[in-house]
């Protein structure tokens, strides 16, 4: 070539990558990109191209790194323009054409071409190498069409640069590599095809000793990687392991039979869990929560609808991708390496007490290799690994119990191995499938226990458990698995009670396994409920365990409440049905009267006609109701006829003690009332709450027997009164939603306890919670608080109390008084709407002295101006409110919504 026209190439370089480097026109930077292309393309000399190499692979690598965030266009066209020039210069072809200095030179010839020396292609390799990791540095970049860019360019020096580029081989295969196991198909498949094109490369022949020492290579760094704080750096360095795996299949194993006992320790403290997150631990069920019985909603799921398990935080990894790829890495070693050499040397930590540090991490590392699908064929493991769990499950129980001030970290630490427990055994259920059924008798019973557990995490967990269990092994539902199998539990769950203190966990059980069959297991528990009381007796001191049982009792109470709702249902809906049947046979009578009034009357005009009509029908059916009120009387003087002789005495015992006979689930209720009423004065105020819980409750089973009700009744109310000066506010609220209840279900047999102790205890809890807010003024108040809680109660408390019990006005009086001021506006929405509802009620009780006290808040209704008629001789003077009912602000109309909304009903 001239040496003038190469001079004028250098300067069409130049101004080339001026334009690519800085112009703003993405389509004048792209056009620039192929000139330069098919200017590299054209020449055949590699040296002169090689004068040019440093200052195009300089400016185009700092173009992409800079522009990173360009359009992708681009960037993919910068990394294809690079592979061109470098495999234009360091061909393996021209790698000995001219391997000695010629003669001495022009000095303008020399600057445009370079003589590929031995020393030269090793200062250019090095420098090379250098910018092709910084440009890999974004090699996980979110465009896919860069990641294919990447791939191509990789390969094409690989295949075509391979000897001059040998000490850049390991991080362009690791490229490949790192590209095998991408998101999008358009990058993995090429990646797959290429890596395959050059097993076949005559460089490449034996290509499985690179992989290999690459692999082992990263697996010794891979925790290094993890406990730093470069999230890219622990993707790269698990997605790279990841290809490599899938790239030597089985062939790891001899890698994995040197490395693993190296790398497991620093991996497994790589990979510890966030156990400082006090959530986890805080996060209960409160008492009560359970009021109502859950529906089993399983029988709409399948097996693409099953819930998922949550996934516990690591300490050292916070971005998901990260934590995916971690889960893939551990799966693609079950699946391509000996299963049982696995799982074997990670049992092995649970039999070393000195590595007790390393347990949750290994129990997540087995359930990742037992979720690969080599596990198919290794039934014997399996079993074996769910031994081994069960018999870890139990120690960590007994830990929990032993050490009960422990720190928020070990709690946390116990909570995420029971819950990785429950996660294996669901996944050990889809792998076995209906065989696991043989199973369930050491897999049923723990998992109940966990369902049983307050804690919200392990409670979720073991449900999800339960669901898929149930699924896997061909149940209909979580009931029906449970129901199936209740004798067998019942019978665990009888000879665990007779040694509760061992046992502790024993009576969640039984809750979970009621909460999760409902009515249905209550002909099997005649037995356990004798049995919980008989442990109530014997061990009444200790708190954990009153606690656990009256659990039990709770449940079951809840369970009956349900059934009987339940039959109360179905008699309603048959009740409609027949009203719905009979409704035609009633129309027809009716239209049989008018027809044969009508016959009787045809003598008579129409509209006399017309307006006997509607008077004899009225007066018709009169007659009829009178009559049959005269028979009712009848019936009861026959009845007082036979039920006494001339001498008083009464015959008819037999029939009435007959009638008010409580049946099955009532004398449970009773029962259990009896048993657990002494521990309203228990000191813990979590059991106190529960009795009363279990009280409230009870009452509307009890209600058809009124005998029983009120002595039961009398028997409380001092405990119950008491508890409403309780220092915990939540058993106040217990407390006052019992009082409710026992307005509802006793009536006027409740009054004067009203008028003695609720009101005035009521009172003084309105004030000493007013005081207290007094205290947090400014501070907003949500409907969770103890403050908005506690009048809500109140408030709805006295609605039915004034409902269901004749009061006196003095009393009445007394309570408008005292709650005129939740009509403010500015009250809680839901208080206003409770205290609308009681001023309603107080109106249909005394609706004078309801219409004076709202008028009172008002401005302008405090006053009732006389308009004077024209001949009217005397004049009366305005009506004006005296001041002590004259509650309003001047100037503002806090009550005037709530006011017009009360007075506008029809109770005045």
Not at 697 to 718: A, G
Request: glycine content about 2%.
């Amino acid at each position: 070539m001239d040496i003038q026209l190469r001079a004028l190439l250098g300067r069409c370089i130049y101004i080339l990558l001026e334009i690519i480097s800085n112009e703003k026109l993405l389509l004048l930077r792209l056009i620039s990109l192929e000139t330069l292309q098919s200017l590299v393309n054209n020449i055949e000399d590699s040296g002169i191209i090689a004068a040019f190499l440093p200052g195009m692979v300089s400016t185009l690598s700092k173009t992409l790194i800079r522009d990173q965030k360009e359009n992708h266009m681009l960037l993919a066209k910068i990394v294809e323009t690079l592979s061109e020039v470098i495999a234009s210069v360091m061909k393996d072809e021209d790698k000995n054409s001219k391997t000695t200095s010629t003669q001495p030179q022009q000095s303008i010839l020399a600057s445009i071409c370079v003589e590929r020396t031995k020393s030269w292609l090793k200062a250019t390799k090095s420098q090379i190498k250098i910018l092709i990791s910084q440009i890999f540095t974004i090699r996980n970049h979110s465009a896919w069409q860069l990641r294919l860019a990447f791939v191509n360019f990789s390969y094409k020096l690989l295949s075509c640069s391979a000897k001059c580029l040998d000490n850049c081989i390991s991080i362009l295969i690791e490229t490949l590599v790192f590209y095998l196991n991408d998101d999008y198909e358009q990058v993995s498949i090429p990646c797959r095809q290429n890596l395959d094109l050059l097993r076949s490369h005559s460089e490449f022949k034996d290509f499985t000793p690179i992989l290999k020492e690459n692999f082992d290579s990263w697996l010794t760094s891979l925790p290094r990687y993890l406990i730093g704080l470069d999230e890219n750096a622990k993707f790269n360095a698990l997605s790279l392991i990841a290809g490599f795996i899938t790239l030597l299949g089985s062939d790891i194993q001899t890698v994995m039979n040197i490395s693993l006992q190296r790398i497991s320790d620093g991996l497994l403290n790589a990979l510890e869990f966030d156990t400082g997150d006090v959530q986890v631990v805080e996060n209960r069920f409160i008492i009560g929560q359970y009021d109502s019985f859950e529906n089993d909603h399983f029988n709409s799921l399948d097996v693409d609808t099953l819930p998922s398990f949550s996934q516990p935080q690591y300490k050292h990894i916070r971005e998901q991708r990260v934590k995916t790829c971690v889960s893939r890495v551990f799966r693609l070693f079950g699946y391509f390496t000996n299963l049982s050499f696995l799982i074997d040397h990670f049992l092995a930590y649970f039999r070393d007490q000195e590595s007790s540090r390393f347990y949750v991490q290994s129990r997540s590392i087995l359930r990742e290799y037992v979720e690969s699908d080599a596990i198919r064929g290794l039934i014997n493991i399996v079993d074996s690994s769910t031994k081994a769990v069960f018999s870890r499950s139990k120690f960590a129980k007994q830990k929990i119990l032993a050490t009960p001030n422990m720190s928020i970290e070990s709690q946390n630490y116990i909570i995420l191995i029971n819950c990785f427990i429950l996660e294996g055994i669901a996944v050990i259920s889809r792998i076995l499938g209906v065989e696991f059924r043989l199973e369930l008798m050491d897999a049923l019973y723990p998992i109940l226990e966990k369902l049983g557990e307050d804690n919200m995490l392990v409670h979720e967990t073991a449900d999800i458990t339960l669901t898929h269990v149930s699924i896997w092994c061909g149940y209909s539902s979580k009931k029906a698995i449970v129901l199936e199998n209740v004798d067998y539990l019942v019978n665990v769950i009888s000879q665990k009670l007779n040694q509760v203190v061992i046992n502790p966990q024993a009576p969640q059980v039984l809750t979970a396994m009621i909460h999760v069959v409902g009515p249905p297991v209550l002909p099997f528990m005649d037995d356990s409920i004798e049995e919980i009381f008989d442990a109530l007796d014997s061990y009444h001191m200790n708190s954990y365990l009153l606690n656990q049982l009256a659990n039990v009792l709770f449940a079951v109470i809840i369970t009956i409440a349900e059934s009987i709702k339940e039959e109360k249902k179905e008699v309603q809906d048959e009740v409609n049905d027949n009203s719905l049947e009979n409704k035609d046979e009633i129309s027809k009578k009716i239209a049989e009267f008018i027809i044969q009034y009508k016959a009787e009357n045809e003598s008579e005009t129409r509209s006399s006609r017309s307006n006997v009509t509607l008077e004899e029908i009225g007066q018709y059916f009169l007659e009829r109701q009178e009559s049959k009120k005269k028979e009712i009387e009848d019936d009861d003087l026959e009845v007082n006829k036979r039920r006494h002789d001339p001498t008083g005495t009464y015959h008819d015992d037999e029939d009435t003690n007959k009638k008010s006979n409580p049946t099955k689930s009532q004398t449970i209720c009773l029962k259990i009332i009896d048993k657990l009423l002494h521990l309203l004065t228990a000191t813990s105020p979590q059991l106190r709450s529960l009795v009363l819980d279990i009280i409230r409750i009870s009452l509307p089973i009890l209600r058809s027997i009124p005998n029983e009700v009120y002595p039961l009744i009398h028997r409380i109310w001092p405990s119950v009164v008491n508890r409403l000066k309780d220092q915990e506010p939540y058993v106040v609220l217990s407390a006052v939603k019992l009082i409710q209840e026992i307005s509802i279900s006793s009536g006027d047999f409740f009054t004067s306890r009203v008028v003695q102790d609720v009101w005035p205890s009521f009172q003084q809890l309105l004030r000493q919670q007013s005081m207290k807010d007094e205290e947090y003024l400014g501070i907003a108040t949500t409907t969770y608080s103890r403050s908005h809680r506690l009048k809500k109660s109140i408030l709805e408390t006295i609605k039915t109390v004034i409902n269901k019990v004749v009061l006196s006005n003095q009393i009445l009086f007394q309570i408008m008084d005292s709650m005129w001021p939740f009509l403010n506006e500015e009250v809680h929405e839901e208080l206003q709407t409770s205290a609308i509802g009681l001023f309603k009620e107080l109106a249909k009780r005394n609706a004078n002295a309801t219409w004076l006290i709202l008028r009172g808040l008002v401005e302008e209704y405090s006053i009732i101006t006389y308009n004077k008629i024209v001949d009217e001789e005397v004049e009366l003077s305005d009506i004006l409110w005296p001041k002590y009912l004259c509650r309003f602000t001047k100037g503002k109309g806090q009550f005037v919504k709530n006011v017009k909304l009360i007075l506008n009903t029809n109770l005045f």
